[in-house]
């Protein structure tokens, strides 16, 4: 099967794009989980960018859209070249700090929500464990309630809570405001009126990003190829 069309690397105004926002996840998350091999080289950051472990959508990224999205955050002064002495091929770091200067717990919480996507405060802590100690939730929250409220902007928000959901999530805002899905709305009963209440129908529609759109086209064209390709060979086996 041939690769997945490229995801789109440009972003609208100072907004991440997805690859973006993923090289810089990995570069933050590698630093702090496998310091042993960071820096990153080109293809290590790679396939830690098409990891499908800990990573939410999986991407099927290149090395060009990855060196695209590496030359996006370096113009933003996220990411840059490391110069070691003993580096025989070129690696690369992330640089966060020079933009947004964080403790090492806020970097883990926004290095979560931009690998993995929206989370609640119980997600965070737990996934977030493997790169540093948070100790309890509450502690993810306050680091929550501090990236939500920088005098300079928020990189966090805290999402609505959705039907079904026991408790909010939170969305990082490096790639802009989050696609939010249609509110369920119940009219207001109670008393007697509660218990005989139908059920109310709602359409909930979710608007997907474009770049989830043009991988989902990406597909449904492969599998109509090999689908061709299959029908095509069993012609010819007389099968």
Known sequence: MSDP?????????????????????????????????????LNALVNACNQ?????????LTARDVEIALEGLRRRRLAGLFAGA?????????????????????????CELLLRGPQTSGELRNHGERMFPLPDV??????????????????????????????ARWAQLLTGEPALESPVVEPAVSGANAEARSPLAVKV???????????????????????????????????
């Open 138 to 167: 509450p502690t993810v929250e306050d680091t929550l309630a501090r990236l939500a409220g920088r005098p300079a902007g928020p990189l966090v928000v805290k999402l609505a809570r959705q039907p079904g959901q026991k408790e």
């Open 205 to 239: 529609t979710v608007a997907l990003p474009p770049e989830a759109e043009a991988r989902f086209a990406a597909l449904e064209a492969e599998v109509a190829r090999l689908r061709g390709e299959v029908a095509a060979l069993r012609q010819a086996l007389g099968a």
């Open 86 to 110: 003993d580096a025989r091929v070129p690696k690369f770091k992330q640089t966060i700090d020079l933009v947004y200067p964080m403790e090492t717990a806020d970097r883990v919480v926004l």
């Open 52 to 60: 499908k472990n800990n990573r939410d959508p999986v991407l099927a």
């Open 5 to 41: 069309t490229p995801v789109p690397a440009v972003a609208a105004a100072d907004d991440l794009s997805l690859p973006e926002a993923r090289v810089l996840g990995c570069l933050i998350e590698k630093e702090l989980a496998t310091p042993e091999y960071y820096p990153l080289t």
